[in-house]
């Protein structure tokens, strides 16, 4: 599998949630196909954890492009993201669904039951996606990108976030039956 280089990453968060579908996240022997994703644009966007300032908690979020961001909601749910742009932007991509490719067992329908089935959790946070043991990699070898719509649609659990709600920053493939929410 080729992993994605660290300039995939750096470049615009709206681009990379887009062509993050169909690609590989690889943990350890599990592989999923990201099927659904949504972007969060830096602290001037309301639904982002980074529009509160830099914390403990969200710092990897400011951090280098390429790494992941985790963090758990409900006291009971971790959720990835994958850090995007320049370092200090603090924008990322929520991975929100996965279709199981290998060794994933549950339910991947869901940003916390996708982390929960990768085996992801507190420990892979700022975790470079370019390590050996947890990376994204292209869907396929060496031959053509599989070719799919993508749906755009407002993101989802971000009411709180006024206008930023409404905007159509979460993406998903067309069809594809692990999306989390049509």
């Known amino acids: 599998m080729r992993k994605l280089a660290r300039e995939f990453y750096d470049r615009d968060t709206q681009l ?27 602290p001037h966007d309301l639904a982002a954890h980074s529009s509160r300032g830099l914390t403990k908690r969200n710092a990897s979020m400011f951090g280098p492009p390429g790494y992941a961001y985790v963090y758990m909601i409900y006291g009971m749910y971790f959720c ?33 039951l996708l982390c929960n089935a990768m085996g992801i959790d507190r420990r892979l946070n700022g975790y ?33 976030a006024r206008h930023w709600a409404r905007r159509h920053l979460r993406f998903y493939i067309a069809g594809n039956p692990y999306v989390s929410r049509r």
């Open 80 to 112: 990835m993201n994958v850090v995007t742009e320049r370092e200090g932007h603090a924008s990322a991509v929520l991975l929100r669904a996965l279709e199981p490719v290998h060794s994933v067992t549950g339910k991947t329908r869901g940003p916390g």
């Open 16 to 42: 990379v949630a887009r062509e993050l579908l169909g690609k590989l996240l690889v943990h350890g022997d599990r592989v999923g196909r990201i099927v659904e994703t949504e972007a969060y644009l830096g």
């Open 128 to 160: 470079d996606l370019l390590s050996e043991d947890f990376f994204i990699a292209e869907g396929r070898g060496t031959e053509a990108a599989p070719t799919f719509r993508i749906v755009k649609r407002p993101r989802i659990g971000v009411e709180y």
